[in-house]
């Protein structure tokens, strides 16, 4: 198939488009910057602007949508600018263009509260309960892909849960520059079991989903590697690969909330340069559990991770140890 991909220059979104090419399809993106991904024709532009779309879309078979605002702070109007209107957008234009398949890379995070998520599904996408401005504006916009669904046009939206992997800046690096300066807490002792997807499997996931969309489609899957760890773990795990110390001091999860929500009202006034070290959301995410069945997304998608955390973690080291 030729299939667009939006968000190529990110690190999920150049995962997926090499695993496209790898597959034999021809992979047009787009993005704002360069996707550097070998074999991919590159479109520049992005979703907030509608005759790029339009572009973008002409002559495609397929669309996998990953462009996307992802922050734990920002201006509200920008993530609706991006994550709702330019969803919209692109269903508009794949629709005109007759697009046979749209594949919505979504966030479990459309569907978390706040409280625990163990052994559950792919529950329903609430953007009145999800917590922040991403996975509020995610779970509208997964909604208004779904609704999409067609003879016409099949609809499939994917949900990876905290994808990681070399060359990752979003979580990795931080994980690893924050334990380097001793800053990085775990929450009631790092003891919330937690699920997680290495890069290759998530890449690996979403492709199947667009090939299985006939069968899948309408329908939302959490995308994980199904082996859920305690979150100090985890975190242990990627910092010894990295070669530096794990976290070992703890802060209760109420005093992780009290200081997002205290951090938050300060980004609002005066924003720093990079993430907030602390949110609301990202202390719910340190101290809860949020692990997943996984029965539902591998029969229906007809695919399993290939990668152990394991193997994930030896792959890091290496990584690292080449730098």
């Known amino acids: 198939m030729t299939v667009l991909v939006t968000g190529a220059s990110g690190f999920l979104g150049r995962a997926v488009a090499a695993q496209l ?7 047009r993106t787009l993005q704002r910057r360069p996707s550097g991904v070998p ?33 734990l702070a920002g201006e509200a109007s920008e993530f609706r600018a991006i994550n709702v209107a330019g969803t ?16 919505f890379v979504s966030s479990p995070s459309v569907a978390h509260a706040g409280a625990a ?6 529950e329903p996408a609430s953007p009145e309960r999800a917590r922040g401005l991403y996975a509020r ?8 892909a779904l609704a999409r669904d067609s003879e016409a046009m099949r609809v499939v939206a994917v949900r990876p849960h905290i994808v990681w992997g070399p060359g990752d800046t979003q979580l990795i690096e931080r994980v690893v520059d924050r334990a380097r300066q001793g800053r990085l807490p775990l929450l009631n002792g790092g003891t919330a079991l937690i699920d997680s997807t290495y890069v290759d499997n998530a890449a690996s996931g979403i492709a199947a989903a667009l090939r299985r969309a006939e069968h899948a489609h309408g329908r939302a899957f959490v995308l994980t590697n199904g082996e859920p760890r305690p979150v100090g773990d985890l975190l242990a795990g990627i910092c010894l690969a990295a070669g530096v110390r794990p976290p070992r ?6 005093l992780g909330r009290a200081a997002g929500a205290a951090v938050e009202a300060l980004w609002s006034i005066r924003p720093g340069a990079d993430e907030p070290p602390m949110t609301r959301f990202l202390a719910e995410q340190l101290s809860t559990a949020h692990w997943f069945d996984q029965r539902e997304t591998r029969e229906a998608l007809d695919w399993a991770p290939a990668v152990s955390i394991d193997e994930g973690l030896r792959r890091l080291a290496q990584h690292y140890r080449a730098r």
Not at 249 to 254: I, K
């Open 21 to 27: 090419v790898a597959e034999g399809h021809d992979v």
């Open 39 to 71: 074999g991919v024709t590159d479109a520049l532009g992005s979703v907030t602007d509608a005759a790029a779309v339009e572009r973008a879309v002409d002559g495609v078979d397929a669309v996998v949508h990953l462009a996307a605002k992802v922050s």
């Open 88 to 103: 919209r957008s692109l269903l508009d234009a794949a629709e005109r263009a007759g697009v046979r398949r749209f594949v």
């Open 117 to 122: 998520l163990a052994g559950v599904g792919a």
């Open 137 to 144: 504006t995610k779970a509208e916009a997964e909604l208004l």
């Open 249 to 254: 001091w703890s802060v209760p999860a109420g």
